[in-house]
Nanobody, 123 residues
Framework: QVQLVESGGGLVQAGDSLRLSCAAS????????MGWFRQAPGKEREVVAT????????YYADSVKGRFTMSRDNAKNTVFLQMNSLKPEDTAVYYC????????????????WGQGTQVTVSS
């Protein structure tokens, strides 16, 4: 079992950057693919980025491609989301999740979830 705790959210202006972190407990972190998802008010949860167990392969949603970078440090049981050139439409609660394959871009494919961290981007 994996427990996930996100941090790093906040209120920023359009064009600013934020770095989200997700710390995982348990000795099996490296056996999980990881994903970042987000959910804005009144909208469904959507994938932002996913990363393979080794960190060598990643997927990005079109809406964040070129602006966001996902990475992981298996030695520290942590996954990151570097968010640059933030836009008001990036405002959402951001969740990290652990699952079996980085190719799975649906939330139903992930078994463990953090509590979320709020990101608010003002115009």
């Amino acid at each position: 079992q994996v427990q996930l705790v996100e941090s790093g959210g906040g209120l920023v202006q359009a064009g600013d950057s934020l770095r989200l972190s997700c710390a995982a407990s348990g000795r099996t972190f490296s056996s999980y693919a990881m994903g970042w998802f987000r959910q804005a008010p009144g909208k469904e949860r959507e994938v932002v980025a996913t990363i393979s167990r080794s960190g060598s392969t990643k997927y990005y949603a079109d809406s964040v491609k070129g602006r966001f970078t996902m990475s992981r440090d298996n030695a520290k049981n942590t996954v990151f989301l570097q968010m640059n050139s933030l836009k008001p439409e990036d405002t959402a609660v951001y969740y990290c999740a652990a699952g079996r394959s980085y190719l799975n871009v649906r939330s139903s494919g992930y078994d463990y979830w953090g509590q979320g961290t709020q990101v608010t981007v003002s115009s």
